[in-house]
Each structure stands twice: as C-alpha cells, then as structure tokens.
C-alpha cells in the first residue's frame, strides 16, 4: 500500500450494511445512513473523502473534522443528467458546496475539475486515476480467448463500465445491431448496473456478436483487456462531457496500460485515444480495428501519481 509504506497507518471504511429491500433509494438511504454513523463513531487525524457520493462528508463537516476532499466526479451535475432537473440535483449541489467549503484541501484527478475548485479558495491537488503496475493478466492472451471460444480471426471490442445512462450504456442496443453487421467482430461486456438486464435481453438477441461477463473481480479485468483488439467508451455528449478523459476515467488508463487502441465519445478530446461522435462508435471501431488509432502511453500510479499523493498529506500535516 503507498500510505503503508511511507509511514502512515490508515484504515479504509466500507458500508457495513448493504440491503436490497424497500427499492434503489430505500436501499440506498439505509445503506449510507449507517455509513455515515460509522464515520461519527471512527477516529482519524485526517479523513481522505471520495465524492461519490458526497453524502459522507456529512457528518465530517457537521463535526468540523479535519478532511481532504477527493473531487473525483460532478457528482450532483450526474444525478442532473440520470434524473432530471428536480429536488435530488439541487441537495445534491447543496451537499457538494458544503463538503468542498469545509475540507483542508481539495484533491482533483483531472485539471478539467480545476475551474469548479477554485472559487473554494483551498489548496489544490492533482492525483490522478492511475493503475498499479501489477495490474497484469493472469492468464495469456490467447489462452483466455480460446476459454471463451474466440476464433483466430475474431475481433474483440471491450466495454468495462457501470451500466448506466452516464456511462453510455443505453447506447449499446444500437451499437450491437450496427456491429452485428460485421461476421469478425464481437462485443464483450463487462460490468453491473441499472441497465444490465437491458444487455442481458440485447445478448439473447445478439449471441454471435455480444457476449456480457456481469460484474468481474477487479483482479479479473486485465484479462479481458489484454484478449482484447479495442477497447471502447461510449458517452453521451453532455454539458458534463468536457470533465472526463484518461486522466480520471480509470478504464481509460487501464486499456492504455495494455496500450490498446482506445474509441471514445462524449469526453473531452486527448491524444490518447479517437474522439468520435456518439453516431460514428461503430466507424470508428472499424478504424482502430484497422490501426488508424492513436497508440496509447501507459501510465501507472506509481510513477505518476504516489508521488502528488505524498505531497498532498504531507500538506495536510501542517494545514
């Protein structure tokens, strides 16, 4: 662990309740109720806070404790766009401020968050959402594509996402009946969310060109990456989509790891992957397929971001 290694003991807490009853919010509420009061009842010189959701900074600024505030996500900006304009977008926006005014610091993992921090006038970070170098597949390549009953000359188009609207996955009907069109190319999915039954009744429709693997250990996902030809990230463009590239979004620096050519749309523009417009997926799946993509550089959090880590709480001991 970073922190273990350089002298600082750290504890790492979870919800310790989870339930499915009473519906999504219901759940929900129960589930981050208890989580907050074990915030209220741990100890901490300092408290490293994940904005996603917000909710848990609560009780740390209610109790004006010490805390470093991760900006990882436009978290009420999020709910706007999955819910709609109304009452949750609005608290949510309230909660936001709240924890931002409070905290020691505010850490980014992106510069495209830095005009949204700067009224808050704290000390800013920059840690960015970077693998381990460890993050390697246990199993060779063609190993694991022959597990899955991939052909030689089969291509493979990888999706690892929460399966949401944020996170395009309401796109995919329409890209697999595109890509259905291509003998060679078949989608594998991985992940879980509200829209996963959608894709479960898309893979019925589509089971020579869509294969969905649900929810995968993180230890699990290099292998998929590394049997992968392209991997891909489907967005919607939104008043949000200039917030996201490879910076921040994890998936993005996990593919770069394994320097596949990356699709995107609905982010802001990099050098490290094709931007293309939510219409054009399929055709520019075709082009990286043909090797008119750009060639990734690998990052890794060691390299990269340990040491922005360090430096943050070494600010944090004397703020």
Request: net charge positive.
């Amino acid at each position: 662990m970073s922190l273990r290694k350089h002298g600082y003991s750290h504890e790492v807490l979870w919800p310790k309740v989870r339930t499915r009853k009473g519906g999504r919010a219901i759940s929900a509420f129960i589930r981050y109720t208890v989580y907050m009061l074990q915030i209220v009842m741990s100890r901490a010189d300092i408290y490293w806070v994940a904005n996603a959701p917000d909710v848990v900074a609560i009780p740390l600024f209610i109790l004006q404790r010490k805390y470093i505030y991760d900006f990882r996500s436009v978290w009420s900006k999020e709910i706007e766009t999955e819910m709609g304009r109304g009452i949750w977008p609005r608290l949510a926006r309230i909660i936001e401020t709240l924890a931002m005014r409070n905290a020691r610091i505010i850490v980014l993992n992106s510069d495209t968050f830095l005009e949204d921090a700067k009224p808050y006038n704290k000390p800013l970070f920059l840690v960015p959402n970077y693998p381990r170098k460890n993050f390697r597949p246990a199993i060779p390549r063609q190993e694991f594509r022959q597990m899955h009953g991939v052909s030689e000359n089969s291509e493979i188009v990888l999706l690892v996402a929460r399966l949401t609207k944020v996170e395009g996955a309401d796109m995919i009907p329409r890209l697999t009946e595109r890509l259905s069109k291509q003998s060679k190319i078949k989608l594998w999915i991985v992940g879980a969310g509200a829209l996963q039954d959608l894709i479960r009744r898309l893979e019925k429709r589509f089971p020579d060109h869509l294969e969905y693997f649900g929810w995968q250990k993180y230890d699990q996902i290099p292998n998929f990456i590394n049997a992968s030809d392209v991997c891909i990230v489907p967005r919607h463009h939104d008043h949000n989509s200039h917030y996201y590239n490879e910076i921040n979004v994890q998936k993005i620096s996990e593919y770069m790891l394994f320097r596949k050519p990356i699709v995107a749309s609905g982010i802001a523009p990099s050098s490290q992957y094709l931007l293309v417009d939510e219409d054009n997926l399929v055709d520019g799946i075709l082009e990286a397929l043909k090797g008119n993509a750009p060639d990734p550089t690998p990052r890794t959090w060691e390299d990269d971001a340990e040491p922005e880590l360090l430096r943050t709480l070494r600010a944090a001991s004397v703020n």
